[in-house]
């Protein structure tokens, strides 16, 4: 690798990597695009640089590293818990800014103390930038996916918008229109009257093989991806959901919830206050938040620069607790960001649940940062 | 003067509409060498050419600016482009070649009838199937437009199609399609239902015109644009 343009700040962040006992590894800029493309969506495509194999393979240049390092893990078959750390170009499409750049940053996989694992990580996050900007403010936001799926559990919704609710967590346009959909039900319109009726009279072994039955006669069958038992189940679902209304009440606390943004400190008084006036049983989220916060402040974290936002999440699935960001004071690029994922290995393929949490450094803002 | 260039398409029942379009509006067409060419120009004014090409050849020729003036279907355009509307001006829509960018379902999924049934089913796809919703489409652009901006749709996979995208469901390549469609009659034969609001697109042959800063104070370019509305 060419290291005349890497920052020059980089062996410091090495040295860092090493003093925090983490492995580095290297992954190859030029990866199999299906993962990225599965795990984030189709939005990424537009804002990845993808090419061809002679033999058809989509293939893309790297554009983060959090996906090849697991990748990497699954396949060399190493054990846990690893500490990761990396240093590359990654490339994307950025109306913005440089189309590659420098990410570095440490996965944190397998530790399944999980408060500690969250601690550490935004502890070498801040420490790391904290090296490489002497003088400058740090201000980290933190979020908690954990603790929106409790507060939504506990308002006692049908199970199908529970996930609905938290599948749009940190998409906040989303999440309002969902919110609407709850405070003003919308009967379901233009439902054929003879399926209608069998849904209302329960028979659901009829509704599948009248479903069965015309997948058959239109020869759709073979390839359905669907099972007509899954349609009907759906089905059955949807009318129920469809009249789900959140009384204003429960509507109004969700809202207050969302709107939660205080210093790190007072958010577990803040949490149990809330849970408390809305008559609502948080459980063990509101003891990880609380423990993780503890470990923080053990470990001699500056806990006062840290605030915590309820609505600040990552819509995508394989989040599943903890989220930061990190700026410094005067500026709001991000100059580092992370988070817990406890469900992507699963997704790449590992065979079982590796707990997993890490962030990465923009190196280019980073050095735009210290030139100031 | 510099030459202004019209692109029009090369075939087909949108280059007699076209051709009927322009000869309204007092833009008679008469072509260079023989009435086979590709080439032509505009009688009466001087340095207009035309140039004949496929529809999606002229979206892709106004996106690059190498061209005045095209008439091709909007949805050509639109996928064409990041931008469209700041990159071309949609002069005037010609009231032909109408036809809807759709999302379309398989008819059985009775529990799917609007975009956010389709966004519960494709959150839960890869629980229930092991891998993402795929969606068959030549409007890759369009598709994640509306699915990610409109409707926060982000879990699903595009799986390029570039014909008979109807038959994708039933052939097992992917389980829903977005398409363009002027009837719906494919659709309805191959037991595919439009979503009640999965229109992405009301499409038609539209005369686009490429943002040039030198079209500004051209005489010619307006003498176009007013004809072609005159005529409409």
């Not at chain 2, 004014?45 to 979206?59: D, F, H, N, W």
């Amino acid at each position: 690798m060419p290291l005349i343009d890497m920052p020059d700040f980089s062996t410091d962040l090495l040295n860092e990597f090493a003093a925090r006992r983490t492995e580095r590894v290297n992954t190859p800029v030029i990866q199999p695009a299906e993962p990225f493309l599965d795990m984030a969506g189709e939005d990424l495509r537009r804002r990845i640089f993808l090419t061809e194999s002679e033999t058809g393979a989509n293939l893309c240049l790297r554009p983060e590293f959090t996906i090849p390092v697991c990748l990497r893990h699954i396949e060399t078959a190493t054990g846990t818990p690893k500490r990761y750390s990396y240093l590359g170009e990654v490339f994307r499409q950025r109306r913005e800014g440089a189309h590659e750049f420098y990410q570095a940053g440490i996965e944190d996989l397998g530790d399944k103390d999980i408060a500690r694992a969250d601690a550490r990580a935004i502890i070498d996050a801040t420490g790391i930038l904290g090296a490489l900007l002497p003088g400058g403010k740090l201000e980290l936001t933190l979020g908690d996916q954990a603790v929106f799926e409790a507060v939504v559990r506990a308002l006692g919704l049908p199970l199908g918008w529970q996930k609905r609710l938290i599948h749009a967590f940190g998409d906040m346009v989303h999440l309002e229109a969902l919110l609407d959909r709850l405070a003003r039900p919308q009967p379901v319109t233009g439902l054929d009257q003879e399926v209608a009726e069998l849904v209302a009279s329960g028979d659901e072994a009829e509704l599948i093989a009248r479903i069965d039955r015309t997948m058959q006669e239109t020869g759709y069958s073979t390839n359905a991806s669907r099972s007509p038992a899954e349609i009907a189940r759906r089905l059955k679902e949807k009318l129920e959901l469809a009249e789900t209304r959140l009384d204003g009440g429960a509507l109004l606390l969700l809202r207050e919830f969302l709107t939660l943004r205080l210093p790190l400190a007072e958010a577990p008084a803040a949490l149990a206050g809330f849970a408390d006036a809305a008559d609502l049983k948080l459980g063990p989220a509101i003891a990880l938040f609380d423990a993780r916060l503890a470990a923080l402040a053990n470990a001699g974290a500056d806990v006062s620069a840290m605030t915590y936002r309820a609505a600040f999440g990552r819509p995508l699935d394989y989040y599943t607790g903890l989220v930061f960001e990190v700026t410094v004071s005067g500026s709001s690029a991000v100059l580092a960001g992370g988070g817990r994922f406890d469900r992507l290995l699963t997704l790449l393929g590992a065979k079982e649940r590796i707990p997993a949490v890490g962030f990465s450094l923009w190196l280019d803002r980073i050095e735009a940062a210290r030139a100031k | 003067m510099s030459v202004l260039t019209i692109a029009l398409p090369s075939k087909g029942r949108i280059k007699e509409d076209t051709a009927a379009i322009f000869e309204r509006a007092g833009l008679g067409i008469s072509a260079v060498g023989n009435d086979r060419s590709y080439r032509g120009r505009i009688d009466g004014i001087e340095s207009v050419e035309i140039t004949y090409l496929s529809a999606s050849e002229i979206a892709r020729e106004l996106a690059n600016g190498a061209v005045d003036f095209g008439v091709t279907g909007e949805d050509l355009v639109r996928e064409g482009m990041v931008g469209a509307d700041q990159k071309v001006e949609f002069c005037a829509r010609l009231g032909f070649g109408q036809a809807d960018v759709v999302v379309a379902v398989p008819e059985i999924w009775l529990d799917v009838e609007t975009m956010a049934d389709l966004g519960d089913v494709a959150a839960d796809f890869r629980a229930r199937h092991g891998r993402r919703l795929q969606i068959a489409t030549k409007y890759w652009r369009l598709t994640q437009q509306f699915f990610s901006s409109q409707h926060g749709i982000q879990l699903y996979r595009i799986v390029e199609s570039l014909g008979a995208t109807e038959g994708a469901p039933a052939a097992g390549q992917a389980d829903i399609i977005v398409d363009i469609t002027s009837t719906g009659s494919t659709l309805r034969a191959n037991h595919l239902k439009i979503l009640s609001d999965g229109v992405i697109l009301k499409s038609e042959a539209c005369l686009v015109r490429a943002r040039k800063a030198a079209h500004d104070d051209d005489p010619r370019v307006s003498r176009i644009m007013e004809a072609v509305r005159a005529a409409l």
